[in-house]
């Protein structure tokens, strides 16, 4: 998962409940983000240039919101995970289109 500046790529995830997703996130802009899920207790902080894995578990099925806490009054630095509503685990297919000269690696 790409982390820029003011944005998440994907911003739409999916997976099973009871199921362990790993995400690899890449902070590929200039200012230091989060990859912050309040409700299971994930708060991840990545400085500029920084790589890191999490580690997902979601017990339930329903709709979790992802954000960073630095950048996510910004509309697209927030996005879902949807546990447990079917289709295979991992990125839900959706992106957001990143500002000009956005980071261009995967996730």
């Known amino acids: 998962m790409?982390?820029?500046?003011?944005?998440?790529?994907?911003?739409?995830l999916k997976a099973a409940p009871s199921e362990t997703l790993t995400l690899k996130l890449e902070n590929g802009g200039k200012a230091t983000h989060t990859f912050t899920i309040d409700s299971l207790s994930i708060d991840k902080t990545l400085q500029p240039g920084e790589?890191?894995?999490?580690?997902?578990s979601p017990s339930q099925a329903g709709a979790l919101t992802y954000r960073c806490?630095?950048?996510g009054g910004s509309s697209n630095m927030k996005g879902t995970l949807t546990v447990g509503q079917g289709g295979p685990a991992g990125a839900g297919g959706s992106?957001?289109?990143?500002?000009?000269?956005g980071y261009s690696g995967g996730y």
């Open 2 to 12: 790409e982390l820029g500046d003011n944005y998440f790529d994907p911003t739409k």
């Open 51 to 56: 790589e890191a894995a999490v580690d997902i």
């Open 69 to 71: 806490r630095f950048h």
């Open 95 to 101: 992106s957001t289109p990143k500002p000009a000269g």
